[in-house]
C-alpha cells in the first residue's frame, strides 16, 4: 500500500520527513499495527496514547526494528528527522488504516451483532453462526471467549483483537468465501476494534422469559427434542442441543436467523431442517460422550449464576445422582466463590472441590473460601484436577450426571507461575475410556 493512499484516509495527518528525500507517493507501507512485538521492517506502527504513557521508549523501538514511520498523536515526543504522521486520535486513525489496508473487508460481509443478555449471547451467537453455516452461507465468528473466521481458530476474545488484528480477520473471511460474520459483545463495553463498521442486524438478547417460537418436548443428556411453534402446523424436531439454556438461546435467535437466512435465499424450513445436525453451544454443557451410561458434561461456569444455570439444567437430564467437579478461583473475591460453593452445594448431589487457576494460593485456603472450613460427606477435596475429574466419573452409575465446571473455555491451567497445557475435555475422555468406554456414543 503507498504511503499516499494512506494518507488521503487519515484527515488532518501532518507528515514528517521520509528517508532520502522519498516522496509519499512512491513510498510503500507493507502493514499496520499497534503491536510493538509485530512491528517488522517497511511497517507502520500506531503509537496509541496509553502504550507509550506505559512504554514511553515504544516510538523508539519501533523505528529500531524497521517501522518505516510512526503514527501517534500531535505531542508525542520522536527522535528527530524521524518518518511520522501525527493526527488528532490515533485510535480512529488506526480503525481507519487497518480497514483501508486490508480493503475494507466488512463492505463484502454482512456483520451481525449478537448483545444484550450476558448469559444468553454466547448460545444465540454460536447458534446463528452454526445455523447459517449449515445452510451454506460462509459464517465467521468473533466472541468474548474466541473466534473461528475464514478458517482461522483462537482463544484471543473480541475485546482483545486490536483494529488491526481484527480486520486481517475480515480480510481472511472474504478470501474464505464472504458470508457472515456474527460478532457477540458487551454494548456497554463495545469493542475498540469494531468502530466503523456497519452491522446488517443487531440481536438484542433479553433475559429468559419463556418460549416463544418453540418448546421443549423432551431434555436428555444425548440432546432434545423441541417443537417448532413458528410453523403452521408445528413441528417436532430432535436436537444435539443439551438443556433448556441451550433451547432458550435457540428460541431467542430463532426470528433473526431465519430473517438472515431468508435474506441468503433460504426458507424458514431450511432453517428448521439444520436443527438435529447443530452442534451443542462450546462451554454450556459440552457432552463427553464414549457410549457411556451416565452424562459426563464440560461446562465453563466459573461464577454462582452460570454455574447455577448449568446445574439446573443438568438437574433435568439426571435419573440419578448430580455430581460436580468445581474450585475457587484465585483472583475472585471470597465473597464470589462463597457464591460459586453455595450454588453447587445446593444444586448438587456430590461436589468433588479441587484447583481451578490457583496461581500461588494454598488449596486449602482456596477450599476455605468456596465452602468454608468444614466438609461434609457431600464433598470431596482433590487439589488435583485431573484426579478429581477421575474420582468423580468413578463414581457415577448409570442415570447419574458428571458436569466438570469452570475451565470449559480456557484448555490451560496456572499453577504459580507456570501455565501448563490442561483441557478438561481430553482428562474425561481418557478417565472413560480407562473405564473401557471407547465409542461415541448414539
Known amino acids: 500500500?503507498?504511503?499516499?493512499?494512506?494518507?488521503?484516509?487519515?484527515?488532518?495527518?501532518?507528515?514528517?520527513?521520509?528517508?532520502?528525500?522519498?516522496?509519499?507517493?512512491?513510498?510503500?507501507?507493507?502493514?499496520?499495527?499497534?503491536?510493538?512485538?509485530?512491528?517488522?521492517?517497511?511497517?507502520?506502527?500506531?503509537?496509541?496514547?496509553?502504550?507509550?504513557?506505559?512504554?514511553?521508549?515504544?516510538?523508539?523501538?519501533?523505528?529500531?526494528?524497521?517501522a518505516s514511520l510512526v503514527v501517534c498523536g500531535p505531542d508525542l515526543a520522536l527522535p528527530a528527522r524521524a518518518p511520522a504522521i501525527r493526527v488528532a486520535d490515533p485510535h480512529a486513525a488506526l480503525a481507519t488504516a487497518a480497514a483501508a489496508f486490508r480493503e475494507f473487508p466488512a463492505n463484502r460481509l454482512r456483520l451481525l451483532a449478537v448483545t444484550g443478555d450476558e448469559a444468553g449471547r454466547r448460545g444465540v451467537a454460536h447458534i446463528v453462526a452454526n445455523i447459517l453455516g449449515l445452510l451454506g452461507i460462509p459464517t465467521g465468528l468473533l466472541t468474548q471467549n474466541g473466534f473461528n473466521v475464514g478458517g482461522r481458530h483462537g482463544s484471543t476474545g473480541l475485546n482483545q483483537l486490536d483494529a488491526a488484528e481484527l480486520q486481517a480477520l475480515l480480510r481472511q473471511q472474504v478470501n474464505a468465501g464472504g458470508g457472515c460474520v456474527v460478532t457477540e459483545f458487551d454494548s456497554a463495553e463495545f469493542p475498540e476494534g469494531l468502530n466503523g463498521l456497519q452491522f446488517a442486524r443487531q440481536i438484542i438478547v433479553s433475559p429468559p422469559a419463556i418460549f416463544r417460537h418453540t418448546c421443549p418436548l423432551l431434555l436428555n443428556p444425548r440432546g432434545s427434542r423441541t417443537e417448532i411453534r413458528a410453523f403452521s402446523p408445528a413441528k417436532a424436531a430432535t436436537t444435539p442441543l443439551i438443556g433448556r439454556r441451550s433451547l432458550l438461546a435457540l428460541d431467542r435467535s430463532w426470528e433473526d436467523v431465519v430473517a438472515v437466512a431468508e435474506s441468503f435465499g433460504h426458507t424458514s424450513a431450511a432453517v428448521g431442517n439444520t436443527l438435529p445436525v447443530l452442534s451443542p453451544v462450546p462451554g454450556w454443557l459440552e457432552p463427553v460422550q464414549c457410549g457411556q451410561p451416565f452424562g459426563v458434561f464440560v461446562d465453563g461456569a466459573t461464577n454462582a449464576v452460570a454455574l447455577t444455570a448449568a446445574l439446573r439444567d443438568a438437574r433435568e437430564l439426571t435419573r440419578g445422582r448430580l455430581h460436580v467437579v468445581c474450585g475457587a478461583r484465585a483472583t475472585a473475591s471470597d465473597t464470589d466463590n462463597a457464591a460459586l460453593g453455595n450454588a453447587a452445594l445446593a444444586l448438587a448431589d456430590h461436589v468433588h472441590v479441587t484447583s481451578d487457576n490457583p496461581h500461588r494460593r494454598p488449596f486449602q485456603e482456596l477450599v476455605v473460601a468456596l465452602i468454608g472450613s468444614e466438609t461434609s460427606p457431600q464433598t470431596t477435596l482433590q487439589?488435583?484436577?485431573?484426579?478429581?475429574?477421575?474420582?468423580?466419573?468413578?463414581?457415577?452409575?448409570?442415570?447419574?450426571?458428571?458436569?466438570?465446571a469452570g475451565k470449559a473455555d480456557a484448555p490451560v491451567q496456572e499453577l504459580g507461575h507456570v501455565i501448563i497445557p490442561f483441557d478438561d475435555r481430553v482428562v474425561a475422555t481418557q478417565v472413560l475410556n480407562s473405564r473401557g468406554y471407547v465409542g461415541g456414543g448414539e
Open 383 to 404: 487439589s488435583d484436577r485431573a484426579a478429581a475429574i477421575r474420582g468423580a466419573i468413578r463414581s457415577a452409575r448409570a442415570g447419574d450426571v458428571v458436569v466438570i
Open 1 to 66: 500500500m503507498k504511503l499516499s493512499t494512506l494518507i488521503q484516509y487519515l484527515p488532518g495527518a501532518r507528515t514528517r520527513m521520509f528517508p532520502r528525500g522519498r516522496a509519499a507517493a512512491t513510498h510503500d507501507v507493507c502493514g499496520v499495527t499497534p503491536n510493538l512485538r509485530e512491528v517488522r521492517p517497511g511497517m507502520a506502527y500506531f503509537a496509541l496514547p496509553e502504550d507509550s504513557e506505559a512504554n514511553p521508549h515504544a516510538a523508539h523501538t519501533a523505528y529500531q526494528r524497521g
